[in-house]
């Protein structure tokens, strides 16, 4: 039996909702935010764009400018974009830079925010790291002169820096670096 069956492209998902939704309304189920691109009556199967390009609402005065290229959150209580995390849900990156004064800013959507790491202290350093294909337990905290080892690579971590150590010969395992003639190259497999 088939463990997962295609149902739709994943630029629009199905949405029916118990009150009527407005065009441009967004809506926040759990952690996925999405876009009525039409209006959708109660009751009534609809569609949110959960990618593609929008204005948001944003603040305005106070620090509120967000630069190109930044990380946005939809704010649900003030019903606005922001750059502040707290318990706001992850909407995408905005692609040009809103101004203090603008009341708008344009994001990409996305429905997925990539790991991030922030605030870490001087003395520690979190990885996530994969070995043989299993992803390892993210925040494994590295003294400052601790190495992790895989294998015939490692990764020592010496003040704020990390230097990895590679194997000399080719694992034979695709995308693993390893050196050889003073280079480092990537196996094909």
Do not use: C, H
């Not at 009341?103 to 202290?121: G, H, K, M, N, Y």
Request: glycine share 10%.
């Amino acid at each position: 039996m088939a463990t997962a069956i295609y149902v739709q492209d994943d630029e629009y998902v199905d949405y029916t909702p118990s009150a009527d939704v407005a065009a441009g309304d967004v809506v926040v189920q759990g952690d996925l935010v999405g876009v009525a691109r039409k209006p959708i009556p109660a009751n009534t199967l609809g569609a949110l764009a959960v990618e593609g390009v929008f204005d948001f609402a944003k603040a305005t005065g106070g620090g509120s400018g967000i630069a190109a290229g930044t990380k946005v959150y939809f704010d649900a209580v003030n019903k606005v974009a922001t750059a502040t995390v707290g318990s706001n849900k992850y909407l995408g990156k905005n692609v040009r830079a809103a101004a203090d004064a603008d009341t708008t800013v344009r994001v990409a959507l996305s429905s997925s925010e990539s790991a991030v790491t922030t605030d870490i202290p001087d003395d520690t350093i979190t990885a996530a790291m994969v070995k043989d294909g299993e992803a390892l337990p993210v925040g494994v905290a590295v003294p400052a002169t601790k190495a992790i080892t895989f294998g015939t690579s490692a990764l020592t971590r010496n003040g704020n820096n990390i230097i990895a150590t590679l194997p000399t010969s080719d694992p034979a395992v695709a995308g693993a670096l390893y050196v050889t003639g003073g280079a480092v190259k990537v196996s094909a497999g």
